[in-house]
T-cell receptor, first 115, second 114 residues
Framework: GAVVSQHPSRVICKSGTSVKIECRSLDFQATTMFWYRQFPKKSLMLMATSNEGSKATYEQGVEKDKFLINHASLTLSTLTVTSAHPEDSSFYIC???????????FGPGTRLTVL | AQSVTQLGSHVSVSEGALVLLRCNYSSSVPPYLFWYVQYPNQGLQLLLK??????LVKGINGFEAEFKKSETSFHLTKPSAHMSDAAEYFCAVSDLGGDDKIIFGKGTRLHILP
């Protein structure tokens, strides 16, 4: 199946700093990618839809200035958590759809811890 | 808007026993339905999906699920549980297809008792 990677897998940062998380589709192109957030022992919450070459579409309640999304190429989307605070600590997962398979492939996730 | 309800945040079964994880959905259009499994600190792996056609869907690792429109359900089953099945399971729905945004249920943690 198709492979989606995320980098880094784990990051620890100080409060007030910004953190960038990369999501790459390794063997296919994705004009759309999705970003999810998962709290401990909770479900995945869709944050936003990343669109190649245009602005991301954010779900209700998600701060677009806090979570900056850039989809610069057909294989790369980035999520930047700006001015991170402890409450932003979470597991962030991206996914990329493979249209021909009518299926999405998920990255392994990034564990963000803000001190 | 679509939504998913998973009954039971924790389910425990004995090794070799039947696994049944319940999922009910709400959708205004014929839905696309999915079951995903997540092992600790890992991403999601697709177990199976229903798009159209046969309502009984077979997936990986011996799991299957049946789409019942009249009951708006998509329960996941496996005839005989294995220790390696212990994980978090998510039911999910999409209105527009498997390549569009997916809404997840809250998940069910499956525990396998020796």
């Amino acid at each position: 199946g198709a492979v989606v990677s995320q980098h880094p897998s784990r990051v620890i940062c100080k409060s007030g700093t910004s953190v960038k998380i990369e999501c790459r589709s390794l063997d296919f192109q994705a004009t759309t990618m999705f970003w999810y957030r998962q709290f401990p022992k909770k479900s995945l919450m869709l944050m936003a839809t990343s669109n190649e070459g245009s602005k991301a579409t954010y779900e209700q309640g998600v701060e677009k200035d806090k979570f900056l999304i850039n989809h610069a190429s057909l294989t790369l989307s980035t999520l930047t958590v700006t001015s991170a605070h402890p409450e932003d600590s979470s597991f962030y997962i991206c996914s990329a759809p493979l249209v021909t398979d009518n299926e999405q492939f998920f990255g392994p996730g990034t564990r963000l811890t803000v001190l | 808007a679509q939504s998913v309800t998973q009954l039971g945040s924790h389910v425990s079964v004995s090794e070799g026993a039947l696994v049944l994880l319940r999922c009910n959905y709400s959708s205004s259009v014929p839905p696309y339905l999915f079951w995903y499994v997540q092992y600790p600190n890992q991403g999601l792996q697709l177990l199976l999906k229903y798009t159209t056609g046969a309502t009984l869907v077979k997936g990986i690792n011996g799991f299957e699920a049946e789409f019942k429109k009249s009951e708006t359900s998509f329960h996941l089953t496996k005839p005989s549980a294995h220790m390696s099945d212990a994980a978090e399971y998510f039911c999910a729905v999409s209105d527009l297809g498997g390549d569009d945004k997916i809404i997840f249920g809250k998940g069910t943690r499956l525990h396998i008792l020796p």
